[in-house]
DNA sequence: CATGAATGAGCGTTCATTCAT
DNA sequence: GATGAATGAACGCTCATTCAT
């Protein structure tokens, strides 16, 4: 009789790295195909279980690809060396890094063309990349508010969107990928910030 | 050979107005429901005619909105009301009017998606849409150059990303329509690109 | 150009044998297998179609069953050889001679076993088969009673339920196609509402 | 072997009142959903067991129905008040509550339905509920017979489809559940059945 | 014994495409 | 040229059954 600090559950545990497994092709399918054109036995393929399996954990495709989405998580803490500018630069080329890792362009691209039908993806591709990504940029403005490089009086989610919005507008313009491209939007994004007559 | 202007084929001819019921059906399908879960029969009942028609005249599905993206025309010449500011604002006014009457987002989320499956979407988008838009800016950005408003040695295509990129990063975060976005991104663009000590 | 009595429609013509030999392979197999075991691709192929075809002409499964019920036709005027009890015997022998035929009591399972689920295959049963029986031999004991040979007061609708009772009641108690029960339910009903004191 | 009365089996004993609850749940959901219609799941989730449960006690669907049908017990004496027609109008309306009560017309239609696939259930569903019955009746029949209020010679098998038969039929006519029915049935039987010149 | 996980086979339905009129 | 019929190949999902704990 075991007995420890957790009640075991009767029956056969459920695998857990199968549930990994799963999630993990999910998404890269996702990104890969898009929604529709991605199968769940294509899933299952990838994942090396069956399709009763991946049902059996989420009940339709739509949940788990909600779920896959909601797996994702995003870094930590902003990166501090003390120079605003490197900050920032840290944080979009590591941006970057990711999406295009990730095929990140394609899997937003899902995301926004499912939003009338299938609203959750893009609102969780929202919750957990997009806004915790801005509120790192958002904290290290903060930070250069507070030491004065940055004018007090700046819409900081207007320049969080200045930071990070080149990348969106050079992938779409055939762009994607050009080197200098983050030094280009820091330092504009800075230069329109820098308090009047400052340093 | 026909040596004429117009090469003439024998027969009935093909009905132009069909031709452009389907395009435009098209179009519209594939913004409101993406290129995959968009179903031919939805084309043909909106264009009025039988899907047969629709495979007469374009071999496949791809053909199809390859042929309905490429007819995509964009508007002319460049507004020219004497000052830079209320010139980009115009086209970056227009801009965002367009993309959300033609549900553009999601038509652009599309193309994204089906970069690796159909890369020609993503192609003619850009070349159709993106690229005269920015080529617009750009005209406008080089009348400030020649006036002295924008400093001589500023990238104007990276300035063109600065202007149009927030639109992008704001609706991904679900800031998209916010009021002012224009005016923010023109100030901030041109308060980077103003000349040192310059008006 | 022909355009004779009949408006000419556009495309190819829908085959009527096609929808025949669905409607028949349907119903057979309805009643060799029930509503829910008999599957689309069965039906499919024992009709020499592709399930496709099926699906072109009925949306669902249950339009298509309830199509084949509907489908049936039963006989037509009742037989009349001067003699009542002749005539209703014709009709039993040829009601029983058709639900041997057709699997009739597997069919009459499955509708009643549907009854919860698809109540519109019990209905059509009773319309297209049950109730024409019925009218048919309540029309010769209407016969009968004009002629003096029927109690006048007699319930005729009991009086059919009487007459074709015991061929289910049989059936269930594993007695069913016993020789002369037919004979039996007529001269025991027409004991029954024989006049008093009459012939 | 063991050699007691009880056969004991090693281990722990299989729960008689989980056992019941199975079968009682089975026989439920097959009269409301019908054989193929009717989920394990269903029957596991309504006897609050698991499924594996019901397959550690029966092998296979087929095998769990034909116990729930076999399980069904009939009541025990026929009735008598000394009232040949009472008798019998009890046992009809003791047997229409009783099919009302469990669904008892799509019971029946499911085994007749399945009968080509699963003929055990119709057997099963003809021993342990139709035969029981009819016996009862044939026993009354017996002691009119033997009070003289039933002719000698008659068929007293065919009286009892003649009583039971109008129930089905009246049924299948959409007339099911009419008041008076069991008295027209046995007044018309037991006047086709009175002795010539008879009482 | 009892449970829950895991699975293979299969079902109704959809859709881009081809055929016949 | 234009239509509607016909089809093969999937797809998401279900379920009786078997396996592992």
Not at 67 to 90: C, H, I, K, N, Y
Not at 101 to 110: D, K, P, Q, S, Y
Request: net charge positive.
């Amino acid at each position: 009789m075991h007995d420890d600090k957790t009640t075991r559950r009767a029956g056969r545990p459920r695998s857990a790295e199968k549930n990994d497994a799963i999630l993990r092709a999910a998404l890269d399918l996702l990104a890969r195909q898009g929604y529709v054109r991605m199968t769940l036995d294509q899933v299952a393929a990838a994942a090396g279980v069956s399709k009763s399996t991946i049902h059996l954990r989420w009940k339709t495709k739509a949940d788990l690809l909600t779920a896959a989405l909601a797996a994702v998580r995003m870094a930590g803490a902003p990166p501090s060396s003390g120079d605003l500018r490197t900050d920032l630069l840290a944080i979009l080329r590591d941006f970057a890094r990711t999406v295009e890792r990730v095929n990140g362009m394609a899997l937003i691209g899902t995301c926004l063309a499912e939003e009338d039908h299938t609203p959750e993806l893009l609102a969780l591709l929202r919750e957990r990349t997009v806004l915790p990504r801005r509120a790192l940029l958002r904290e290290v403005l903060e930070r250069g508010r507070e030491e004065g490089s940055v004018r007090a009086d700046a819409d900081l989610e207007a320049a969080v969107s200045a930071l990070l919005g080149p990348f969106y507008a050079d992938h779409l313009a055939g762009r994607g990928g050009r080197p200098g491209w983050a030094e280009q939007a820091v330092d504009l994004t800075l230069a329109a910030l820098r308090p009047v007559g400052g340093r």
